[in-house]
C-alpha cells in the first residue's frame, strides 16, 4: 500500500460526503481614460487546498474527472495562446500556484469590448459551462463604462439539475469585481457595488449562489466625471 | 416401581411417536417444490416464505406502505380488489424459487410459486376462459409475446422464459439441423442452393430425462400454430418482385416437434436414438443480383432475418412447451442429490442464493466471446452461493466460494496467519470510526501466487505457453527469496481511524484597502481529518533502516524523537511514521504516534472489536455513530447539509465484513449491517426505509 493509496482510503471515508469547498473568483479591470486598460481574472482554491489536494489524488470525484496539474497547466497555456492571437489584447501573462491552487489570468486590452467574447471563450475552451451573458462597453465621448450581466434562466435550471452534493461545491464561493479607474467616479447604478475613498475605484462582493440563482445583478453603470 | 418406571416409559414412547408424526407431518406438508427444480438447475435462487413471514406477519406485509402500494396497484391495473397477498393465491408459508438451466442451444430462466388456492390464482387472470388451457388439474397459459408459458395445478405455479443461443445458431451446420439459415447481409445471393427446410423428428422421447410431446398443445384457446414451424417454399427472386405473393404463399406448414439440447449427456443420448430426417424441400437456382436490386436485396435481407428470428423463436417455444410438461408431468432427479447444493443451505436464512460453477458460467457465456472460448478462464473455482440473514439486530449476507481441492489448499497455506496480537493495543473503540484488518502468510503466498496465476490464468494463454508460464514462475521463485520478503513484511496490517481531530492551517486570501488595491494575506482557519494509523509487522527492520537514511539524506525525511515525518509538498496532510517493537506505523497524528512511541497510547479495544480482527484474516468495520457531530457544520456546507448528515449517520449502525476461516474447500465471507435501535427486526426496518425512501 503506498502513500496515494493511503489518501484515497482516507478520503472515501471521509472526505467523499462533505465536498462544499470555498474558492474565490477576482475579476480586476483598470480602465484609463482613452479606453485602454488591463484585466487580472485571479481563481483562489487555497481556503479548500487540503481538499483541492486530496482530490487532485483522485481520477474522478463524484463522476467528474479531476484534472491533472499537467493538464491544469496545459490548459492554462491553451488559453494565453488564445488571448494572444485574440484582437485588441496584448501583454497576456498567466500564474498557477500549486502549493495554495491558486491561478491567474492578466493582460491589457485596447478597448474593453476586446474582452466581451473572450471570457466566454476561455470558460467554454476550459470545458466550463459559460454561465452568462455579460459584457464590457466604455463610451469615451461621455465617460461612461457600461457592465452588462444578465443572468440566464436556463443557467438557474441546470444548475438545479445538479445533485445536491455538486450544488453544495459552491455554497462558499464568492465573486468579486473590481473596476479602476483614472478619474474619479460620479455615479453608480448598481446598489449593491461600493465606491472607494478616492472615488477611483468600483467594487462588487456576491456569493456565486446567488449570481447563479440570479439574486443579485452584477450590472453597472458607471458615471466618471468629465 | 416398576409400573411407574413402566409408565413413564410408555408416555416417553408416546411423546416419540408424536413428535415423529408431527415431523413426518410438517415434512409432509412442507413437501418443497425444490422436488421440481431438476438435478442440472445452473442457478438456483430461493425466497423463503416461512422466514420471511416469521418477521413480518401477512397482517403486518398488507398494512405496510409496500404492502398497501402493491395491493392497490394490482386491484387497480386488475379492476379488482385485493385487501391481503393472501389474496393472490399464493402460499406464503413456503419456499418460492428462481431457477435457470443452460444448454449450448437455449438457456430457460424458471419460477416456481407454491399454490394456495388456485382458484385465486386464476383470479389474477382476466378473461380467464379464453386465455387459459385446462388439461386434468394442470392449466396452461402463453403470454402474449409467445416467449413465456405460465403453467399451474392446485399446489404450484410454474413460469418459464425461454432464449435461443444466438452463438448456437451461428454454427450453420447446427442450425441446419433445425431449418434455420445463419443471415448475412446479402448471403441469400450467395448460395446457389438454399436448402430450404429441415427437419429433426424425435419420434419417441429418449429417456426420463426428458419428454417431447408429439401433439404438445393443441386445445382451444391455445394457439396452434406457435407449435408448428412454419416452413413455406420461396423463390427470393419472386420475393423481391411481388412482396404481397410471399405472404400469401406462406402456406404449405409442417408439425415439427423438435426436441431441445440439454447437456452433452442428453446430446449423446439424442445423437444415439433419434432419427434425424435431413431432407432438402426444394433446390432451386437464383440468378446473381443486378445492381438495380441493392434497396430490395437489403428488404430481402431484412424479411429474410424476421423468418429466420421467428423461426428460432417458434422453436424456442416449442422447446420450452416441452420443459414445462417435463416439470408438471414426469420424474427426475432434483436438484437435491447434488451435495453442493444441499450443503450451502442454512435453514435461518431468508433468501438464497446458489451456482452451481463459476467455471462453468465462464465456459457457458465464452462461446459469446468468440476465439478466447474455450480457454476455462475460472479454472479451479466451484459453486458460489450466497444468504441473505436479517434477525432482531442486523442484515448479514454470508457468500461461499467452493474451489478445487489445490486451490483450495493454497489459500489454506496463505491463510494461516493471525494478525499481531500488539496491534489491538493501537485501537480506540469508544472513538474509532473504522478499521480494516487483514493477516496472510507473505512467505506462503509468494510461494503459491505463481502456481495460482498458472492454474488461473494458464489455459487462457493457451496451452503452448506453458513453458514459458513454468519459466516465469521459476524466475519469480528465483529472484525473490520469499523466506527474507516475509520478514520484512509478515503480512499482517491493520488501518484505523481512531477519531477526527481538528488542526488549524493556513490559507491565502485577499483584503483590499480604500482604494480597493487587492492585498495578499495569510489567514488561518480550522479544519477537521481523520487520525488514521496504518501498522504491519516486520521482524526484519534492515531494509527500512536504510530506506530512512536514504530519506534523510535526501531531505524526504525528517526525524525527530524517533519519529519521522515525510516531507512531500503535494501532501494534503502530514505523515508520519516509526517502528516500534517489529510494527511500522505509519499516521498523521503526531501525537497519538508520540504516545504510541513512549507507551501512553490508551488502550481500550471493546471485546467486539477484538474478536473480530483476532479470529479473522479479513475484518472490515465501519461505525458512521462515531462521526456524528464530530465534523463542524461549516465543513459540511451548511447547518441544513450538517443536520441531514449527521441524521443519516445516526440512523447507521455497525457495518461488519470479515472472512471465514476456509472450511473444507470453502472460503466465505459475511457481511453485516446492524440496523438502529427502535425496530422490531431488520425487515420492518427495511421496509420503513423503502417508505421513507419514496416520500
Known sequence: ?226 | MFPIKYNYLNKMKKILIAITLLFLVKLNYAQDLVKKIPSNAFTVATIKGDNVFKLMFVKDFNESFVGKKLLTETSKSLDKNFTSIEDFGINLEKNMYYFNQLSDSITYNCFLIPLKDAAKFENLINDKDKKFKTEGDIRTMVLPDSLSIIKWNNSMMYFVTGSIKTSFFADSAKSALYGIKDVGYGSQWNNDTIIDSTAVVTPVAVDSTYMATPEPMDGQGFDPPLVKVKIQKKTPIKKITTKKNISKKKSTKRKVIVKPKKNKAVEEELVANSVVITEPDSTYMVTPPSSAYGDEMYDGYQKERAEQDAKKKQLAFVWMTAQADKIFNSNYESIESNKSYTTSLDSKAIAELWVSSLQDVYNSIAPEFGTYGKTGLMKGYGSLNAKLFMDKTSFRISTGLELAKDQADAYKKIMNRKLNKNFLKYIDSEKAIGFMGYSIDTKAYLEEFPKLMKQTYGAFLGARMDEEIELGTDLFSLLLDEEAVSKVVKGDALFVINGLNSKEVTYTSYEYDDDYNRKEVTKTKKETLPDFLFMFSSEDNRLMNKLIKYGINKNYVTVNNNIYKIEEKKSPIDIYFMIKDGIVFFGNSITELESISNGSFNTSISKTHKTLLAKNNFSFLFNAKNLVGKVPNEEIGGEETAKKFNETLGKMGNIYMKSNPIKGNIVSADISAEIPNGHENALKYLFSLIENASK
Open chain 1, 1 to 226: 500500500m503506498n502513500l496515494k493509496q493511503f489518501y484515497k482510503l482516507l478520503l472515501f471515508i471521509v472526505l467523499i460526503p462533505i465536498l462544499s469547498s470555498c474558492f474565490e473568483v477576482v475579476e480586476e479591470i483598470s480602465l484609463r481614460n482613452d479606453g485602454t486598460g488591463d484585466v487580472a481574472l485571479t481563481i483562489n482554491l487555497s481556503q479548500s487546498k487540503t481538499k483541492v489536494a486530496s482530490i487532485m489524488l483522485l481520477d474522478s470525484v463524484q463522476g467528474y474527472k479531476v484534472p491533472s496539474k499537467l493538464k491544469i497547466q496545459q490548459e492554462l497555456s491553451e488559453a494565453v495562446a488564445y488571448l494572444k492571437k485574440s484582437q485588441g489584447i496584448s501583454n497576456v501573462k498567466s500564474t498557477s500556484d500549486f502549493n495554495n491552487y491558486i491561478a491567474t489570468i492578466s493582460f491589457s486590452f485596447k478597448d474593453v469590448s476586446n474582452i466581451n467574447n473572450i471570457t466566454k471563450n476561455i470558460l467554454t475552451q476550459q470545458k466550463i459551462k459559460a454561465t452568462n451573458t455579460s459584457s464590457y462597453s466604455y463610451i469615451k465621448t461621455t465617460k461612461t463604462f457600461i457592465r452588462k450581466y444578465q443572468a440566464l434562466s436556463t443557467t438557474k435550471t441546470e444548475f438545479n439539475k445538479l445533485k445536491s452534493k455538486d450544488k453544495a461545491v459552491f455554497n462558499g464561493a464568492t465573486y468579486t469585481s473590481i473596476y479602476r479607474f483614472e478619474s474619479p467616479v460620479t455615479n453608480t447604478t448598481n446598489p449593491a457595488s461600493n465606491l472607494s475613498k478616492s472615488k477611483k475605484a468600483v467594487m462588487l462582493k456576491s456569493s456565486i449562489m446567488d449570481l447563479i440563482n440570479g439574486k443579485i445583478n452584477v450590472s453597472n453603470q458607471i458615471q466618471l466625471s468629465k
